[in-house]
């Protein structure tokens, strides 16, 4: 149903632009969606987290603005309507490799970690996500560590 997510990271590598269309089923909407709950979830989306969601978005799919806006206004859609992470996790776990499924999770960090504070909300969703993705607490921890140690400030 989806595209491997090494092919859009060879994709990305190559130059090439995807289109600009989201239906259910395409991995970017249910990535995005994903990554806006991570943002929303301790009840607010801080400047810097909007701005870093927008980036991360932007440069992982490689989009000009305009899509980006429209990828982020159709998952935040979808994140509204979804009742439950396994609505993503289980659509990305069809179409990303482990390698991929550990990138999303490196994604949700570096999304949590843009306003330099992390919650328990943030924290217990990305543990659930990881879980349901497939990544162990082993992993999930070292993604932790390692987008904190890229922070200037080295928080965790």
Known sequence: MFE????????LSEGG????????SDYRLAAAALLIHAA?????????????????????FNLDDATTDELMTEAT???????????????????????GRARMVEMMWE?????G????FEDNLIWRAADL????AQERIALRER??????????
Do not use: C, M, W
């Open 4 to 11: 491997a997510f090494t092919k859009l990271l060879s994709g």
């Open 17 to 24: 632009k995807e289109p600009g269309s989201f239906d259910e």
């Open 40 to 60: 929303a979830i301790d009840g607010a989306v801080s400047d810097a987290e909007r701005g870093k969601l927008h980036s991360l978005i932007k440069q992982r």
């Open 77 to 99: 859609e979808a994140e509204r309507e979804a009742v439950d992470l396994y609505h993503f996790t289980a659509r990305l776990n069809r179409s990303l490799d482990q390698q």
């Open 111 to 115: 999304i949590v970690y843009a306003d």
């Open 117 to 120: 504070e992390v919650s328990e």
């Open 133 to 136: 993705l497939g990544i162990s």
């Open 147 to 156: 987008v904190a140690a890229g922070r200037p400030d080295g928080a965790t």
